[in-house]
């Protein structure tokens, strides 16, 4: 029995071999033919290629669904331009000058032959509000008959906050009637913050950011930072789509998750935009907040802020109006140190040079003094550990001190060794969770370019203001009554 079932296993064996030759002749004639076809359709389409005329190259929708940005349209000559405003009466001992941020609206406005977006907390360009007939109104006054006269011959669109029973809407008024379209962004409902923003967007090619909002007095009794960029339709057409997002929000009034992909951008901190300004390579980028506004792409604004701070190797230079690490609205109170513990693990862990600027004035909260303080007493000389705290303070004559919420330095910006950062936000928890800002973000450290670099230009602006007779060091004993 055994020995039959060793014969039958051998013929079973022999059988397979057979029938698996059998199949792997058949397998190779099957590969040849399918070789000897591919061969074929290659030279076909080869043959195709050289005979049919060539169409523009266009980049292939990839499987995001994210708008792949053209190649051509990141080539413009862009110039950038720093703009500050500074309040009547502030002189500087200091070469370090910049245009002022009315003429930068001026010229933007010259230069506009199609549309105008402009994203805004508030607007009082007059000074009726305040019933003091400021003369130093007229730049603001100049601005808005400007834009009204432009509203009835373009197309002029103003993202703006939902105004408060107890803010001025004239301004807004006129420029409907004028024709203008303005869309009011309930951020209240919406995140329980508001719309702080200030940019334009001009003919899909020139772009503002910065710190002055649309009022007289960012013009000429507050101390504001911004940029302007022209002939850049790769950066304005980014900047426009978040423009665009708080104008989808002012009619819809609720957020989309996930926002659609005509919001997308592929342009942010880890694949920043690569164009030329002012003749010099860059890196750029625009970040947003809060994060629900982000669609996909975009780096939210703390983000940027925490990554331009582990970037640094030397220093950072901070210029807020309020620095606080907690929530400032919301009730009940919060802690948040999201950028303060950021702060000191950059002195702490890698040596880096420190230096906040904050402003001090009228209005500011007290409570902002212990947390400063805290920070400022990090240093320690011995150990390396190089942070100071210095206050802003604009001086005032009486008459001026009769201006409601003026003279003071409003600048919301960052520079290290390598980074130039300028936002529209202050410094506190909210501004970055539930409140709408922005910020440009410029990196030119590949630069061989004998044109000073943005980052330059900001840190000296930066040098100019903390060794200035306005700034005053901040020390444990110093008191808020004493200084602002």
Same mark, same amino acid.
């Given at each position: 029995?055994?020995?039959?079932?060793?014969?039958?296993?051998?013929?079973?064996?022999?059988?397979?071999?057979?029938?698996?030759?059998?199949?792997?002749?058949?397998?190779?004639?099957?590969?040849?033919?399918?070789?000897?076809?591919?061969?074929?359709?290659?030279?076909?389409?080869?043959?195709?290629?050289?005979?049919?005329?060539?169409?523009?190259?266009?980049?292939?929708?990839?499987?995001?669904?994210?708008?792949?940005?053209?190649?051509?349209?990141?080539?413009?000559?862009?110039?950038?331009?720093?703009?500050?405003?500074?309040?009547?009466?502030?002189?500087?001992?200091?070469?370090?000058?910049?245009?002022?941020?009315?003429?930068?609206?001026?010229?933007?406005?010259?230069?506009?032959?199609?549309?105008?977006?402009?994203?805004?907390?508030?607007?009082?360009?007059?000074?009726?509000?305040?019933?003091?007939?400021?003369?130093?109104?007229?730049?603001?006054?100049?601005?808005?008959?400007?834009?009204?006269?432009?509203?009835?011959?373009?197309?002029?669109?103003?993202?703006?906050?939902?105004?408060?029973?107890?803010?001025?809407?004239?301004?807004?008024?006129?420029?409907?009637?004028?024709?203008?379209?303005?869309?009011?962004?309930?951020?209240?409902?919406?995140? !329980?913050?508001?719309?702080?923003?200030?940019?334009?967007?001009?003919?899909?090619?020139?772009?503002?950011?910065?710190?002055?909002?649309?009022?007289?007095?960012?013009?000429?009794?507050?101390?504001?930072?911004?940029?302007?960029?022209?002939?850049?339709?790769?950066?304005?057409?980014?900047?426009?789509?978040?423009?665009?997002?708080?104008?989808?929000?002012?009619? !819809?009034?609720?957020?989309?998750?996930?926002?659609?992909?005509?919001?997308?951008?592929?342009?942010?901190?880890?694949?920043?935009?690569?164009?030329?300004?002012?003749?010099?390579?860059?890196?750029?980028?625009?970040?947003?907040?809060?994060?629900?506004?982000?669609?996909?792409?975009?780096?939210?604004?703390?983000?940027?802020?925490?990554?331009?701070?582990?970037?640094?190797?030397?220093?950072?230079?901070?210029?807020?109006?309020?620095?606080?690490?907690?929530?400032?609205?919301?009730?009940?109170?919060?802690?948040?140190?999201?950028?303060?513990?950021?702060?000191?693990?950059?002195?702490?862990?890698?040596?880096?040079? @420190?230096?906040?600027?904050?402003?001090?004035?009228?209005?500011?909260?007290?409570?902002?003094?212990?947390?400063?303080?805290?920070?400022?007493?990090?240093?320690?000389?011995?150990?390396?550990?190089?942070?100071?705290?210095?206050?802003?303070?604009?001086?005032?004559?009486?008459?001026?001190?009769?201006?409601?919420?003026?003279? @003071?330095?409003?600048?919301?910006?960052?520079?290290?060794?390598?980074?130039?950062?300028?936002?529209?936000?202050?410094?506190?928890?909210?501004?970055?969770?539930?409140?709408?800002?922005?910020?440009?973000? @410029?990196?030119?450290?590949?630069?061989?370019?004998?044109?000073?670099?943005?980052?330059?230009?900001?840190?000296?602006?930066?040098?100019?203001?903390?060794?200035?007779?306005?700034?005053?060091?901040?020390?444990?004993?110093?008191?808020?009554?004493?200084?602002?």
């Amino acid at each position: 029995m055994k020995t039959d079932i060793a014969y039958n296993q051998l013929a079973d064996a022999e059988r397979r071999r057979q029938e698996s030759n059998r199949r792997e002749r058949v397998y190779s004639r099957c590969l040849f033919a399918l070789a000897t076809v591919a061969t074929v359709l290659l030279a076909a389409t080869a043959l195709y290629s050289l005979l049919t005329p060539r169409a523009p190259f266009s980049h292939p929708t990839p499987s995001s669904s994210l708008p792949r940005p053209q190649a051509e349209s990141c080539s413009d000559a862009c110039k950038i331009v720093l703009v500050e405003s500074i309040p009547e009466g502030l002189e500087f001992n200091s070469s370090t000058t910049h245009p002022s941020i009315f003429q930068a609206w001026l010229n933007l406005m010259s230069e506009a032959r199609s549309s105008i977006d402009i994203a805004s907390f508030y607007w009082t360009l007059t000074n009726k509000d305040t019933g003091t007939e400021e003369p130093t109104a007229y730049q603001g006054e100049a601005i808005l008959k400007t834009l009204s006269e432009l509203s009835g011959k373009l197309s002029v669109r103003i993202a703006v906050n939902t105004p408060q029973q107890s803010q001025p809407q004239a301004d807004l008024r006129q420029l409907n009637e004028s024709g203008a379209d303005i869309r009011t962004v309930n951020m209240r409902a919406l995140t !329980s913050g508001v719309l702080h923003t200030k940019f334009w967007v001009v003919d899909k090619k020139h772009i503002y950011i910065g710190s002055a909002n649309m009022d007289w007095r960012s013009l000429t009794q507050v101390k504001e930072l911004g940029a302007v960029v022209y002939n850049c339709s790769c950066l304005a057409a980014d900047l426009g789509k978040i423009f665009e997002a708080y104008w989808f929000l002012g009619e !819809s009034e609720s957020i989309p998750s996930p926002w659609p992909s005509s919001f997308s951008t592929y342009y942010n901190k880890d694949t920043p935009l690569q164009l030329p300004l002012n003749n010099t390579p860059s890196s750029v980028y625009l970040s947003s907040s809060p994060p629900s506004f982000c669609a996909a792409g975009r780096t939210p604004d703390l983000q940027s802020i925490l990554s331009v701070m582990e970037d640094a190797r030397s220093f950072i230079y901070i210029a807020v109006m309020n620095y606080l690490p907690t929530m400032e609205f919301s009730r009940p109170k919060r802690y948040w140190a999201d950028i303060d513990t950021q702060l000191r693990r950059m002195v702490y862990e890698r040596r880096v040079k @420190v230096r906040l600027l904050i402003s001090c004035w009228a209005s500011t909260q007290p409570v902002m003094f212990p947390f400063l303080k805290s920070l400022a007493s990090v240093y320690d000389h011995k150990s390396k550990l190089d942070i100071q705290v210095r206050l802003f303070v604009v001086p005032s004559t009486p008459k001026q001190k009769e201006i409601p919420f003026a003279r @003071v330095n409003h600048n919301k910006y960052m520079v290290t060794d390598k980074i130039a950062y300028i936002g529209t936000s202050n410094w506190s928890g909210d501004y970055f969770v539930s409140t709408a800002g922005s910020a440009l973000v @410029v990196n030119q450290t590949a630069s061989q370019s004998l044109e000073p670099t943005v980052q330059s230009q900001l840190r000296e602006v930066f040098e100019r203001d903390w060794d200035s007779d306005y700034s005053k060091p901040l020390t444990q004993n110093s008191d808020l009554k004493d200084l602002c």
